[in-house]
């Protein structure tokens, strides 16, 4: 009976040691799955507007808890269809989004979106996402292309062209 409360003390003894570590590990494998696929969103959205010639938005849900890719109907004839979700990221437990922006301008977490268009354009912006205070942003440029950086946004400019100006979209 000694020996089977020992063996049952030593087995007790090691879960309380393995168990957060596991724990720790499960969580870490997350937040970096999460970094990996948040880094692919743009490359998504851009795809997917080019491969089918339709007007692509991302955004943030109405509750704050995804970022959501959404194309527009395919149909101009319906203003008051719904768009169709093409993918979405849940934010990782205790991920927050707290600064965007939309093209150059500051922007509300309601009314942020990043359109990207047929011609694979886009018109800029970003998101920054908080993390275990580690801070990390997802950044569009105007040509439609995307990156997750470390850090805040950054700076926000008026691209322009080197030969001249352009036709800006409204």
Do not use: C, H
């Not at 437990?93 to 922007?107: I, L, M, W």
């Not at 950086?149 to 409204?170: T, V």
């Amino acid at each position: 009976m000694i020996e089977l409360s020992t063996v049952i003390a030593l087995l007790l003894i090691l879960v309380g040691v393995v168990v957060p570590r596991v724990v720790t590990w499960e969580q870490s494998n997350r937040e970096r799955e999460f970094w990996g696929s948040l880094n692919r969103l743009p490359s998504i959205a851009r795809e997917t507007a080019i491969r089918t010639g339709e007007t692509v938005r991302l955004r943030l849900s109405d509750d704050q808890s995804q970022l959501v890719i959404q194309q527009d109907s395919a149909n101009p004839n319906e203003p008051d269809a719904t768009p169709t979700t093409v993918k979405s990221l849940s934010l990782v437990s205790g991920a927050t989004a707290n600064v965007f922006r939309k093209g150059t301008q500051d922007s509300q977490s309601n009314d942020w979106e990043v359109t990207f268009y047929p011609d694979g354009t886009s018109n800029g912006g970003g998101v920054t996402l908080v993390l275990n205070e580690q801070t990390r942003s997802l950044n569009v440029d105007r040509r439609g292309f995307g990156e997750a950086i470390r850090g805040p946004l950054p700076d926000a400019q008026e691209e322009n062209w080197p030969a001249g100006e352009y036709e800006k979209r409204a």
